[in-house]
């Protein structure tokens, strides 16, 4: 019988691997351009470590974590807390008052799988730790949309403040009051939650509770004037670096770290999984967590949610992979010389590949156009004898004669000659040989 892959967790492969690194390379750019610092942090963390910072009464925590019970250890199911741990652990707060850092990797939730959610998903994670000032809210928010219209994927970015110890009780109250008159048309869910969490009430899917709180009051008219004044600012950031937003008083979030600035990036492509890629402030959450008493603010963007949306953009389906030469030996001979021919020119620096099976010219050149090779390099047993080859240019078809002779630095200079006024690839060429 053959092994499969568990449900919920994916092989990433050739051919789609690409495009992750292309959402990976564009993330790494803007992330330097805004200064943010890579770090790192294992997989495993304590249980409690969730517990006590996305939430007790969370879904998360209640019932996607994925914990080995008898040692109390979990799989991370998001970064936020595991980057905080370690940004507490190694007193980055001395190093630097206000520390910009992200990070990159597998998190672990046991939901019910479907497009665009795994159990096992990618995020990139970026977080700005000892910031309280609303224009780095609006500069995070900027560089995610940043990094989303160079990808080319148009999102929408909705924005809800929830408000602060100070106002968000008051708020919880009028809420529930409001819920009250409505509590048996709600789902099980949701009566569950007026008790434990009243403002998830409000960002609920069940169409039925949707339409119960339509009229719901919304938190961004009972915030105190800390608070306001923040999302005032907030907002005017946003205008002045030319960020579309609206304002959505259903967002809620579904971690319980929260304070004020929410938002989530969404998109019409995905069906139920809207949201690319989420975040917002959390101001009391490192004090909570035994560090220092410094604000946060971040955000985190779903990997495989942005490569499906790629993927459906017309013509980007795979990114063909590229290779400089592909080395053609025809025959045992030609095949024995090339060999270490091949291993030498990867030392100076060139993608090379050869067939090691004996295969015809044919399947050869099919295996180099596959590969993406620039040039191709043809070794027959009766030009090898004469110490010549055929170069082609997989690109314009030209085919030159070269010299090989007899090792690497006669064929390293006939390369260099015959690519230089060859085309584009003359630069990468003449650079590494
Ligand atoms: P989150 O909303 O739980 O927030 O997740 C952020 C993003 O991760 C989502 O918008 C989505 O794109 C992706 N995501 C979440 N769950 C799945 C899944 N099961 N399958 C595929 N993609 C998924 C957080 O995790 C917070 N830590 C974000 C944050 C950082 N807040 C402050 N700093």
Redo the contacts with the bound molecule.
Sequence with gaps: MKITALNGFKDIVPGEVELWQKVETAARDIFSRFNFSEIRMPILEKTELFARSIGETTDIVEKEMYTFIDKQITMRP???ASLLRAYIQHGLHVQKPVQRLFTIGPMF?H?RPQM???RQ?H?M?V?VIGAQNPRVDAELMAMGAMLLEELGVTVSLELNSLGCPACRPGFRKTLLDFIEDRYEALCDDCKRRSNTNPLRVLDCKNPSCRAQVVEAPSIQEHLCQECSDHFAVVQKGLQQLGVSYSLNKFMV???DYYTRTTF?FITGDLGAQA??????R?DGLIEQLGGPKVPGI?????M??LVLLLQQKKGAETVQGEMDLFVAGLGETASHFVFPLVHALRRKGLQVAMDHEGRSLKSQMKQANKAGAHYVLIVGEAELEQGQAVLRNMDDQKQTDIEIGTGIDKLSQSLLEICKPLDKFSDILTKRI
């Design positions: 998001e970064a936020t939730r939901e665009g959610r795994l998903f995020q994670d977080e979030r579904g971690l989530e949201a690319v890629g989420a975040g917002g959390y971040g955000f985190a963007l779903g495989e949610r």
